[in-house]
Structures are given as structure tokens and as C-alpha cells.
DNA sequence: CCACTGACGCGTA
DNA sequence: ATACGCGCCAGTG
């Protein structure tokens, strides 16, 4: 299995409402954190509406939307997070503690 | 084919 | 607290 796949396997068990690192697909997978963003950068919003994967619910491991450097892709992700009840302001998450996926 | 260029996070100083 | 090194994939010109 290819880099790309591994990590669009793991993102695709994130549920709704739960957010998830780099760090963590990484451990998960084994690949470096900074890999993860490369395959998530590699991924249209086309692709990724079409094979539902949730690569909205990917920030770094602060909670901060890290896609905010690449324009307006940053701007999707962060309504997309508010449509599933998050709170967030300058592209950081609010009360990120509790949103954590598997932890 | 070669050379960049990006969604990161941890250890070390 | 802040700074730096490093890991090492895929798309583009």
C-alpha cells in the first residue's frame, strides 16, 4: 500500500466532530508527520469529496489549521469544521483538548 | 532525468 | 521559552 493510501485509511475512521494530528496518522502509520501533509496536500477537494475522506478534521498538534498557509483551501477547512459544531477563531480550534480522536 | 517545493513534530541545546 | 536539525513523498517545470 502506497504512502497516499495508508494515511487516507486512517483519516477515513476520524468521526464526525473529532479532530486528529499529523503526529498521530504518522505514529498510526509510520510515515513522518511532515509526509502526512504532503499526501493530504496531494489531495484535491474534488478527490476527496468523491472518496469521502474527512481531511478536514486534520490540524497540527496544536489544534491550529495548518492548511490556512495554502490560501483558500484553509478558509474550507474551517467552515467545514464549523458546520460539525467546532469553535474557531484565526484558524485555531477552541477547547481542542476534548476534540482529540482515540485519545 | 534533475531540482525544487510544500498541510509537521520531536529531540536537543 | 525559543531555535535549529532532520525525516524523506508526490506534483510540477
Known amino acids: 500500500m502506497s504512502p497516499k493510501e495508508q ?3 486512517i483519516v477515513k475512521l476520524v468521526p464526525e466532530g473529532k479532530i486528529t494530528s499529523y503526529g498521530r496518522i504518522a505514529n498510526i502509520t509510520g ?3 511532515r509526509v502526512v ?3 493530504l496536500s496531494s489531495l484535491s477537494v474534488k478527490e476527496a469529496a468523491e472518496q469521502e475522506i474527512p481531511w478536514h478534521r486534520v490540524v497540527d498538534r496544536n489544534g491550529f489549521i495548518s492548511s490556512s498557509k ?5 478558509l474550507l477547512q474551517a467552515e467545514m469544521l464549523r458546520n460539525e459544531g467546532l469553535e474557531i477563531k484565526d484558524y485555531q ?3 481542542v483538548e476534548n476534540l482529540w480522536w482515540n485519545k
Open 70 to 74: 495554502l490560501g483558500e483551501k484553509g
Open 37 to 39: 501533509g504532503f499526501m
Open 31 to 33: 510515515l513522518s508527520p
Open 93 to 95: 480550534i477552541y477547547n
Open 7 to 9: 494515511v487516507i485509511k
